[in-house]
């Protein structure tokens, strides 16, 4: 009711991530304003019309902000650069308007932005999304050891790490349900 673009609730178990995703195109208005509408440099976790939460997408993306100084929405997930941290927090939970679902992280990478297309939703073939998949763990930072198969599902998390390149530079977390 308070927000008609809300689709979902993200947790990570054990960190300060919890908080709505709505789904829109109009990123640049949830780039600067809460959940609520009201105006910050925070913003809202969103995801791009392209995810289907319902089917689901074979990949749901979804972007927040890394704010230095901060540990609100996404500025925590570079945490995840530690492969201890990462064991010690690797389930995301998603509540959807359509169920829940549990996923574990499989691969985090750094990236800049044109590199390739992390938010990829949907795949021509399980051949394209096994392909996908291999290039996240080849540029991942390290081994999870989580299986991921063609016909699996994989939540997507991106946010900016300006420690990878300056403004361009993104850090990945890619997890399998």
């Known amino acids: ?7 979902a609730w993200l947790s990570i178990p054990g960190t300060v991530i919890s908080y709505p995703v709505v789904r829109s195109d109009d990123s640049a208005y949830y780039l600067g304003h809460l959940f609520n509408g009201k105006k910050s ?3 809202c976790l969103f995801s791009l019309k392209s995810s289907d939460y319902r089917q689901p997408s074979q990949n749901i993306a979804i972007y927040g902000h890394h704010l230095s100084h901060s540990d609100a929405m996404f500025s925590s997930l570079v945490q995840y650069k530690d492969l201890g941290y990462c064991a010690a927090h690797s389930i995301i939970q ?12 499989f691969a985090v990478v750094n990236m800049q932005v044109g590199d390739w ?43 900016c790490d300006r420690s990878a390149g300056g403004a361009s530079g993104r850090l990945i977390v890619l997890a399998v349900q």
């Open 94 to 105: 998603l509540d959807t308007i359509y169920g829940e679902r549990t996923y574990r992280i």
């Open 1 to 7: 009711a308070q927000n008609k673009d809300f689709v």
């Open 117 to 159: 297309d992390a938010a990829t939703a949907d795949f021509a073939s399980g051949q394209a999304f096994q392909a996908y998949v291999d290039r996240a763990r080849a540029k991942a930072m390290y081994d999870s050891g989580a299986a991921v198969g063609a016909d699996d599902h994989i939540l997507t998390l991106i946010t």
């Open 41 to 43: 440099k925070l913003g």
